[in-house]
């Protein structure tokens, strides 16, 4: 298991270089309101939008699939547990599993839930694959005021992440090498999961507080207001992106309710 | 710019009850370059912290005086620079050049000046690439002078170097010497820790030798520091130039084959590779980074599972299969970084550990932990905690844990890497005594001095994959 951290090059599409608070927050102001209703047209819509502006952030089809293909597997848990477990079977048996009947409106329901699914999470995925990591957190501390200590060392912490894929695996041999392995046995196993995600936070830890005393050596306690190398700008453009995808949203609710299919969460 | 005084220095980190280092009286004008040397534990890390502002008043107890250009360590910060062992917790950014720029941002250095400062100070070490390479696609020896970089770019009066070269193999070391002896301007005291002196003396003009129990053993030019008191400190550890190990050669040739390798390969890290064990024999693996040694050692080890090929332990045929308890018993494993092994929280648990899950009974297993405790020096250490042992102490309770259970054949990966020289000799002379009763050993590593004391055959790997 090695994890390793997806490298940027800097993309010159229109959206991709948008100031990276402003595509966080266009990500969140986009997928929020999806979750208000439970019909499977809002969705659709939101993900045909995503689709559609996916080459102005400069990413292929290709590497979404990549990125979202954990959610296909969200998907498939939500239409087996909705056909094992639905209270409501209405409209046609398509077909009978043993003594469950897969009915039309088991299924519309299901699709539904996997649309809102994806709808949402997309955007996330989006803005995170064609953030720089160091960007965000610049535009964190430059453009709404978050401390440097705290967006600065985040980041340096997750450089270190990589590191915890290789410690794990080094742990878990190390362990085996020491006479130590669980068998069948699902206690034994657990318990070895235990001990070595302790020992690898433990080094986690001291890592990090070598890392701590090595950026203080460099000043990064010295209380000395810092500049900036690289500057990040927040523009009427940034501010656009943040209202067109509130205003995509909306349009997709309001779609909706006018075609009828509005079906809020609550109530 | 750049010059110390020390009176009667002492530290003392809080909850322990022995002094770090005490009674430490010097003097280094500026632009002085210095060896500070001694035993391990002798104190000179905590000198290079308190020297960089780097110990809080409430972590310990000080005593005597620092002062650096006149100003304690603690308001003098930004004349300091230091740059520690580990690359890896140096480097705070993803892309070289900023990581360079973090020092400068910190200090309040105007926008404007940053890149050229960073150019510059890239262009000092010599580092090969643009500001845009990636930290993490740099090896060892270019991220640590990456970090040198980070530390010039603030332009230090005084340089604090602690064992900057000890996580690194020789081509990494050699680039670090390099890229300090390019860097180092005429206004830049320099004070270095490095037990490998001929690493360093080419960079220094002065050393200095801390004594173990508090004060100053000696001091000045290393021609008549090391002619007087040479000896001593490669007694007590220091790897002084000419004081060469004897090697340990074999008494007879090697015996019955313990395990062979055929064509055995992992993918992305283990191009095919051939080879045999057999008892009574060291055999040496070498071969530049990323050449799948530590992987072949995992393989030998019984710990990973070949993608294709065959490891054939005889008998019983592949180790990767065995149970973890039936593995100990015919091979055991020394992993590069002793800590990685440890599981237990006392030195004499951690021995106890094999021979209990193999089933001795009790008598059995403390005779064994207490033979081991003897035999590796770690008696006093039976009750400490095996994560606050020092460097040469952790590696030989890792030695220790895999003899615990007196497996035929024992694989090493870089056994004695980092260590001092009287540790050193401790590993030859105890991995030669057991070649001499019979054991088969595999140590990877890039010691050339290791290789030539103790291999009876190397084998080479090269970069293939």
Known sequence: ?267 | MGELVLRGFGWRHAGRRAWAVRGVDLRVAHGERVLLLGPSGAGKSTLLAALAGLLPEDSGESEGTVEIDGLDPRKARERVGIVFQDPQTQLVMSRSGDDVAFGLENRGVPAGEIWPRVDEALDRVGFGYGRDRPTAALSGGEQQRLALAGTLALRPGLLLLDEPTANLDPAGAALIRAAVARALGDDTTLIIVEHRVAEALPLVDRVIVLEPGGGVRADGPPDEVFAAHGDRLAEEGVWVPGHPVAPRRAVSGPGAPLVRAEAVTLRNRLAPTRLTVHEGEVLAVTGPNGAGKSTLALLLGGLLKPTSGTIDAVPGGAPHRWRAAELTTRIGSVFQDPEHQFVTHRVADELALGPRRIGRPAAEVGRVVDDLLQRLRLEKLAGANPYTLSGGEARRLSVATALATAPRLLVLDEPTFGQDRRTWIELVDLLARLRDNGHGIVAVTHDDDFVAALAGSVHRLERAV
Do not use: C, H
């Open chain 1, 1 to 267: 298991m090695t994890l390793t951290l997806p490298t940027f090059e800097a993309s010159t599409a229109p959206l991709a270089r948008r100031n990276p608070v402003a595509k966080l927050a266009a990500a969140l102001l986009f997928s929020a309101p999806l979750i208000a209703t439970l019909d499977p047209l809002t969705p659709t819509i939101a993900l045909a939008v995503e689709l559609a502006v996916l080459p102005l952030f400069g990413m292929r089809y290709g590497t979404l699939f990549r990125r979202a293909w954990p959610l296909v597997l969200a998907a498939g848990g939500i239409v087996i547990t909705l056909v094992l477990f639905a209270a409501e079977r209405t409209g046609a048996t398509v077909a009978t599993l043993g003594p469950f009947a897969v009915t039309t409106g088991v299924l519309v329901t299901a699709l539904g839930m996997v649309l809102r699914v994806f709808a949402i999470a997309l955007p996330g995925i989006i803005v995170f694959a064609t953030t720089d990591p160091t960007d965000l957190a610049d535009a964190l501390v430059q453009n709404v005021r978050a401390p440097a200590r705290f967006a600065i060392g985040a980041l340096a912490a997750f450089r270190l992440v990589p590191l915890l894929g290789e410690e794990w695996q080094m742990l878990s041999l190390a362990r085996r090498a020491r006479g130590i392995d669980a068998g069948r046995n699902p206690v034994a196993k657990l318990r070895l999961f235990v001990s070595t995600a302790f020992a690898l936070l433990v080094g986690a830890l001291r890592r990090g507080g070598r890392l701590a005393v090595a950026m203080d050596a460099r000043g990064f306690d010295a209380g000395t207001p810092r500049t900036y190398a690289r500057r990040q700008t927040f523009g009427r453009a940034d501010a656009a992106l943040m209202a067109g995808a509130m205003l995509v949203s909306a349009a997709a609710l309001t779609t909706s309710v006018l075609v009828g299919l509005f079906r809020p969460i609550i109530g």
